[in-house]
Nanobody, 127 residues
């Protein structure tokens, strides 16, 4: 069982930066692939980025590639999302997710790939 708690959301002007954190409970954090999804009002939850447990390989949605960066610190049981050059369309609730399938050969991009979810943190980008 993994519990995930996101933090770092807030209000920022367009062009600004934020860093989200997701702290995980449990002693096996390093064996979980981790991801960030987001959901804006009236829209479906969408994939943002993921990082694999085994290799550290990453994947990004085209909409955030070059602006966002995912990283993890296994010693701190924490995954981060650095968001730069933020746009109003990045406004959403951001969710951290954990995938227990250690042998998935790619970073999962579907919500169904993930077993555990945090409660979310709101990011609002003003124009």
């Amino acid at each position: 069982q993994v519990q995930l708690v996101e933090s770092g959301g807030g209000l920022v002007q367009a062009g600004g930066s934020l860093r989200l954190s997701c702290a995980a409970s449990g002693r096996t954090f390093s064996s979980y692939s981790m991801a960030w999804f987001r959901q804006a009002p009236g829209k479906e939850r969408e994939f943002v980025t993921a990082i694999r447990a085994r290799t550290g390989n990453t994947a990004y949605a085209n909409s955030v590639k070059g602006r966002f960066s995912i990283s993890r610190d296994n010693a701190k049981n924490t995954v981060y999302l650095q968001m730069n050059s933020l746009k109003p369309e990045d406004s959403a609730v951001y969710y951290c997710a954990a995938d227990s399938n250690y042998y998935r050969p790619y970073p999962g991009r579907e919500a169904d790939d993930y077993d555990y979810w945090g409660q979310g943190t709101q990011v609002t980008v003003s124009s």
